[in-house]
Nanobody
Framework: QVQLVESGGGLVQAGGSLRLSCAAS??????????LSWFRQAPGKDQEFVAG????????YYGDSVKGRFTISRDNAKNTVYLQMNSLKPEDTAVYYC?????????????????WGQGTQVTVSS
């Protein structure tokens, strides 16, 4: 069982930055066998993969719409994954979810993730 708690959402102007955090707990076990990712969902749209991080080794991967603007990273000591979002656009407005799956291969489909946080709202004004 993995529990995920997101924080850091808010309202920002276009061109600004925000950093989201996702604190993960795995019942006292290491996250080394997990992949943690960020997804987002805007009103009326499907969930969209944003960024992923394979905990064992720290390799990262991104959705096309955020490449070059967003960075996913981790703090091993805190079991926390971050999403640094720069050059934000109004189309980045969505609820952002942290998700985890057991496995060390890159996956971008929401149905492949077993654990989800409650979500945090990001609103980018024009």
């Amino acid at each position: 069982q993995v529990q995920l708690v997101e924080s850091g959402g808010g309202l920002v102007q276009a061109g600004g930055s925000l950093r989201l955090s996702c604190a993960a707990s795995a019942s006292g076990r290491t996250l080394s066998s997990y992949t943690l990712s960020w997804f987002r969902q805007a009103p009326g749209k499907d969930q969209e993969f944003v960024a992923g991080l394979v905990w064992n080794g720290g390799s990262t991967y991104y959705g096309d719409s955020v490449k070059g603007r967003f960075t996913i990273s981790r703090d091993n000591a805190k079991n926390t994954v971050y999403l640094q979002m720069n050059s934000l656009k109004p189309e980045d407005t969505a609820v952002y979810y942290c998700a985890a799956r057991r496995g060390v291969t890159r996956r971008t489909m929401a149905r492949e993730y077993d654990y989800w946080g409650q979500g945090t709202q990001v609103t980018v004004s024009s």
